[in-house]
Structure formats: C-alpha cells, structure tokens
C-alpha cells in the first residue's frame, strides 16, 4: 500500500521515494502508488524473464541430416539386394544427386549468376523379376523426401477412363501429408513403362489413349512445370480445388522389362554375323545378355517416343539373374523364401530342412521358367503345398525336401508342363 508522505503527496510502495518534481510518483492502481524508477526496472526484468522463458520453450535446432554418399547408398542396397551392382551405382548416383540438389536449395546458395543444375531422372530396363520394383522400395527406405510407387498401366489420357497422368503426383502428395513444398522435393517411381508403348512406328494421327497420349502427358511432369493436382485423384470435377505442385525438384524413376527389346538390340549389334572373323564365343555371351547393351535409340524403336527418352537421360539395364544369383536369393535375405516357410512349419512345431540337391532343383526350374525371382516363390509354393496341407495334422516333428520330392511335386502339377510354361 501507498505510503502517504507528508502533505498530500504519495510515496513510492517499492523504495518509499517521496513524489516531488524530480522523482515522480504515479498511482498505478487504488492503494498502489510507484516511482518511475521502479517501474521502469519491472518493465526490463519482466522483459528479461518472458524472453528466457520463450528461448527455453523453442526446441533445440534439429542438426543437418548428412547427405548419404553413394558408397553408402550402394551398401545399403546390398543388404537386402543380390546383384545388379551397375543398376545400383547408378540409382546411387540419382539419389545422391537429388539429396546435394535439395540442400543447396533449402540452404539458399543459389544466386542469378550460379549454374543451374538440373535433375537427372532415371529409366531402368531389365526383365520381370530381376528386381526393378524391389529396388525402388528398398531405396525408399533410406529417403528422407516423400517417395512413392506408381503404375503407368492404370494412366490414360484426359477425357477417358482411368486415372489422369496427374493423379500420380496425387500419391505423392498422399505420402506427406499434402504438404506441398515436401512433395516437390520428392521421388516418383513409374512402373510398368514400357506398357504406355505406342503399338507402331508410325505417329498417332489419332488419340493412342493408352499409349503415345500417355507419353505426351508425361513430359510437362518429367520436364519440370506446374501441374495442377486433384487433391483426391480420379476423375477431374469442376468443384474440386486444385493444388499446384512444380515438378521441376521432383526426380522421376522409371522402370519396364521392355520384353521383346533384345531383338532390336540384336539387330543393331548384327550378333548374327557370319564369316572367318566372326567370334562365335563373342556373339554367344552377347546374345545371351543383350539387356546390357540397350540404348535410347533401342527404347524409341521399342514404342516410346523421342521426347520422353530425351528427359530420362540416365539410362541402366539390370541384369536377368543367374544361378548362384537366384541361389542367394533362395535363402541369404532376411525375408528369404525358405525362411519364410520355415518359420511357418515351425509354428506347427516342425523343423522344415531342404537340401542342397533340393535347392539346386528348385534353381534349375527358376531358370527354366524364366521368370526370375519371381518363379522361385511360385515354385516353391508348388513344391509345399501338399506337405503344408498334410503336416499339420501329423504328430511328426522333421519334414526334410530333397530333389526327389521336389521334382514328383512338380511333374504332379497340371499347370505346369514339361517345357515349363505355365
């Protein structure tokens, strides 16, 4: 309370000061009377104490994710992948690339005068099965920028059934929560290209829905431009509001198996030459593995059209896996086939064994299908059927595979004949 000075002056509550021409007093409130000075000091400590408390609210400043080098992006990929080492350096290159062009980016250290580095999008070609798609998705784990996987088979072009050629960037908006600037820093992994092929040499004089109108469709996002996005995909409908996205940051992945390339790459390597200089050995293990020799003029005779080889620069083929390839894929990684299937006898409380004649076995008849990794699950699922319908309902505690067993399974199935074709 206000001390009453002499008179009829006030006194400071604080120091007691009494109010006079050089040190006034003012009456803040009903009984509560202060000096200037002391009002100034609380104006500066509570200053003071409502800055230290809103420094120490703020969290830390998250420290700078170190851009992984390709090394170590190949490294990682060599975890849960068996081969195809030039497929992965390449994708390692991409992806270190992408993360430097981010960062100088977000760190601002572009000027009118720097050099514009621009995207280097990607296109892998190799045959079913060889991995394409599990390279993508294994990468994705690595990422820190939105990723996502689409299929180029369920595109059209604007005005027919379908999803529009836009809808997939829709997935890539879904993969960060609609956060816009996220998703323009993103990767896209387009499946399945080749399938937008057009069906002949010639030009369309007409809409190709499916196919050279899909391609025309996809440059505006390859090239880099503003694309306006239906937020729910699907159809386009006048009411919905759509969201802009620049594609420009955004790195494009394709992949196809192009099934059928080899005999355009062959007719451009000639493998069939003939004569006393001819290497037949040479011409054997190209033939062999044409894939490694594709190009872009093979992709253009393949069906796509000049303009989109020309924004998928990086060009790689994966290789088809060989014996001890699709052997390492039996039983190396952690989700490996037999793994899988033992784990499920083991929940009946069998011990499943297969033997290295029946590993060999069921490897031969991968390579005979021609169907790549994927041949070896369906295989295998062929060989165990009848033991995983039969074994559970047994008292017995070992179940063993040799060669034997799996080949009478498989000469016991109608689907399979004995050229191995499905």
Known sequence: MAKKSSGNGLSCAMCGTVDSPSSPVVEI??????????????????????????SDSQPAPKAKRSIPKPKEIKEYLD?????????????????????????????????????????????????????????AKTIARLLDVPFTIV?????????????????????????????????????????????????????????????????????????????????????????????????KNILFVCGGAFDGIERKIAARLNTHTVGYAHN????????ENLMRYVMPQDLKSFGLIPEIIGRLPVLTALNPLDREALRRILVEPKNAIIRQYQKLFEMDGV??????DALDTIVDKAIEYKLGA?????????????????????????????????????????????????
């Open 79 to 135: 975890q849960y992948i068996i081969g195809q080492d030039e497929a992965k350096k390449y994708m390692a290159v991409a992806v270190y690339n992408h993360y430097k062009r981010i960062a100088r980016l977000d760190a601002g250290e572009q000027d009118a005068e720097d050099v514009d580095i621009e995207k280097s999008n990607v296109i892998l070609v190799g045959p079913t099965g060889t991995g394409k798609t599990l390279l």
């Open 280 to 287: 037949s050995g040479d011409a054997k293990k190209k033939r």
């Open 29 to 54: 409130m009903p009984g509560l009377s202060l000096c200037t000075d002391c009002i100034s000091y609380i104006d500066t400590a509570a200053a003071a104490e409502l800055g230290k408390r809103a």
């Open 374 to 422: 994927r041949g070896l699950r369906s295989i295998v699922e062929t060989v165990m059927v009848d033991a995983m319908y039969e074994v559970p309902s047994t008292k017995q505690k070992k179940f063993t595979v040799d060669a034997a067993y799996v080949l009478e399974k498989l000469s016991r199935n109608p689907g399979l004949n004995q050229s191995g074709e499905q």
């Open 351 to 356: 011990e499943l064994t297969f033997t290295d």
């Open 151 to 247: 299929d180029a088979t369920v595109l059209t072009e604007a005005g027919y059934v379908g999803e529009d050629i836009e809808s997939l960037l829709t997935r890539l908006l879904q993969a960060c929560d609609y956060d816009v600037k996220r998703a323009e820093r993103g990767i896209v992994f387009i499946d399945e290209i080749d399938k937008i092929a057009r069906k002949s040499d010639n030009p369309s004089i007409t809409r190709d829905v499916s196919g050279e109108g899909v391609q025309q469709g996809l440059l505006k996002l390859l090239e880099g431009s503003t694309v306006l996005v239906p937020p729910n995909g699907g159809r386009k409908h006048p009411e919905q509001k759509m969201i802009p996205v620049d594609t």
